[in-house]
């Protein structure tokens, strides 16, 4: 079995400090984890992924988030939030050793606020 | 650019009509995913295909929901009779192969349903 949680259904951050959005995960072998963002009223975007190697992992948009293992976490840093990031920010996981299915399993998403 | 189409981008049906939704998605992408997101459910997939052939579709309510992919370039989702309770924003996804069984999804920017 896999899922993943986000535990923080909205995150308000000042313009200009740094923000953080928290996933956690649980799959039976390693996983496979990705970040996707919602601007409103679009589809999701892709903005990383961690498949192996550096457990650091640079995206778009100067995002980057950290896989930690034994804390089972996949969160989304960024070093100075611009207004221009608020938005639905999408947490997926899916298990190395799935074997069939081909789909991710998303969270629940966390709305990021930066205010001005 | 690439991108993932979808139409109609708005519907707006009275309860027991018929719903089609449409989408293209990016040329060379053989896996293509439908998912609903609603407030109450967040991001659920209902189906997904791999090169035009039905892997999965458990998450679609069988008895009014039927998804086709009568072309590569063309997929579709269809509702009979639709329902009020039907009424979300439904995305097509189409997946890239990155390795492992494991895709890297691009959205398109959904079709907004509202059923009275």
């Known amino acids: 079995a896999q899922s993943v949680a986000q535990p923080e259904d909205q995150v308000n951050v000042a313009e200009g400090n740094p923000l953080t959005v928290k996933c956690t995960y649980s799959v039976s072998g390693n996983p496979y984890l990705f970040w996707y963002v919602q601007y409103p009223n679009r589809g999701l975007q892709f903005l990383l992924k961690y498949i192996t190697g550096d457990n650091l992992v640079k995206g778009s948009y100067g995002f980057e988030a950290e896989f930690n293992k034994s804390q089972t976490s996949f969160h989304l840093k960024k070093p100075s939030a611009l207004v221009s990031d608020s938005a639905l920010y999408f947490c997926a996981v899916r298990d190395v050793f799935q074997t069939g299915a081909n789909n991710l399993f998303f969270g629940t998403g966390t709305r990021l606020t930066v205010i001005p | 650019d690439a991108r993932v189409t979808q139409t109609p981008r708005h519907k707006v049906t009275e309860m027991g009509q018929e719903v089609t939704m449409r989408c293209q998605p990016i040329l060379g992408h053989n896996t293509v995913f439908w998912y609903r997101q609603t407030m109450m459910q967040g991001l659920e997939l209902l189906a997904y295909f791999r090169n035009r052939a039905p892997l999965d579709d458990s998450g679609m309510p069988k008895d009014r929901f039927s998804a086709e992919m009568p072309d590569a370039t063309l997929a579709t989702l269809k509702i009979q009779p639709s329902e009020p309770r039907d009424s979300a924003v439904y995305f097509c996804?189409?997946?890239?192969?990155?390795?492992?069984?494991?895709?890297?999804?691009?959205f398109g920017p959904g079709t907004r349903l509202t059923v009275t």
């Open positions: 996804a189409s997946g890239l192969n990155i390795g492992g069984g494991v895709y890297e999804q691009y």
